[in-house]
């Protein structure tokens, strides 16, 4: 739950309906903007790293945006990882992680279909990008780790800075993380649909969602500690 249902009290919370379709229309348009703005940045420059510094820009901008219009609706979560952290740090049911999952993933599919038909590409990809590498698979441990703790930690004592502190985390972990921080199983589902800059093969993203399940197993005991 969101601090803005929280505040308003339990029995004006958001059905699960209700916050299912914000979980699967938010993760589209996280994605329509993450694989959006790679295509257009391929299409700008053959420079990679200002096809990256569009891309990370572009991403920011979205997400604290979207953050902002779905957290107080379904808690702007868009990532399983995420979810499940809620339900155990939060003490929130489980039976939310396969319905939000679901959605998430379903959502992001169809923000990568819109996205490669906007600017004429296959509609469904797939992805010929290679992401392996121990290093690539340390990066995505690094930043599934930090941004839940962005998340958990500011959201306890400054719930309002949190759309701001996970947009500047991603942002700054597309450049520090060899992996350019995907940190979200169903956005790494997504990526794989689509044949571009921000995609990702499809034989790339079983170990990237086990990367980035090790870094919520590394999270949440830290979290605990530091929450108390």
């Not at 903007?33 to 901008?61: E, H, K, P, Y």
């Not at 597309?174 to 571009?196: C, E, G, H, K, M």
Request: overall charge neutral; charged content about 10%.
């Amino acid at each position: 739950m969101s601090s803005a249902n929280a505040l308003a009290g339990a029995t004006s919370a958001p059905s699960l309906a209700v916050r299912l379709v914000a979980e699967g229309l938010g993760t589209a348009l996280l994605i329509v903007s993450v694989v959006g703005s790679g295509i257009m940045a391929t299409n700008l420059t053959n420079d990679v790293a200002l096809q990256l510094l569009a891309n990370a820009g572009a991403t920011v901008g979205a997400l604290i945006a979207l953050i902002m219009m779905f957290g107080p609706i379904s808690g702007a979560q868009f990532n399983p990882v995420v979810t499940i952290a809620d339900c155990v740090l939060n003490r929130r049911s489980f039976s939310d992680v396969l319905p939000y999952f679901v959605v998430q993933t379903a959502g992001g599919t169809f923000g990568a279909l819109i996205a490669n038909l906007m600017f004429d590409l296959d509609p469904l990809g797939p992805s010929t990008k290679i992401r392996d590498g121990g290093g690539i698979w340390l990066g995505e441990v690094v930043a599934t780790f930090g941004l839940l703790l962005v998340i958990f930690l500011i959201g306890k004592h400054r719930a309002e800075s949190v759309p701001v502190a996970v947009g500047v985390w991603i942002g700054g972990a597309y450049w520090f993380t060899s992996s350019t921080s995907l940190a979200n199983p169903a956005v790494t589902i997504a990526r794989a649909f689509s044949d571009s800059f921000a995609g990702i093969a499809p034989e790339s993203v079983p170990m990237f969602i086990v990367m980035q399940l090790v870094g919520l197993a590394i999270a949440l005991p830290v979290l605990r500690v530091l929450r108390r």
